[in-house]
């Protein structure tokens, strides 16, 4: 599968969802719903790439607890992130 088919195969599946995950559950997800053959790997690099792309965005967890989706700022490390498509991303897959 080509890179930019990997990219919108998560695209869809986030947009899908509608909900921010954490990338090894969007990587499970994807095993099970859409049977990708591309490993773990391969989904943290893509979301790297559309993070950078600004068609997802990385979380504030703090804020998901509480019902609200807010952008983590660019500069919050956070090994733990969750990710969230942006209309941007959404306007990708439509």
Do not use: W
């Amino acid at each position: 599968m080509p890179p930019r088919d990997r990219e919108n195969e998560v695209l869809d599946f986030l947009a899908s969802h509608g909900i921010a995950l954490p990338p090894k559950a969007i990587f499970r997800g994807l095993k099970v719903e859409r049977s990708i053959t591309f490993g773990y790997r391969t989904v943290q690099n893509i979301l790297k790439r559309l993070l950078e792309a600004g068609l997802v965005m990385r979380c504030n967890k703090d804020a998901l607890d509480q019902g609200e989706i807010q952008p983590l700022p660019e500069d919050a490390s956070s090994r733990r992130s969750y990710y969230y498509i942006t209309d941007e991303g959404r306007d990708r897959v439509n």
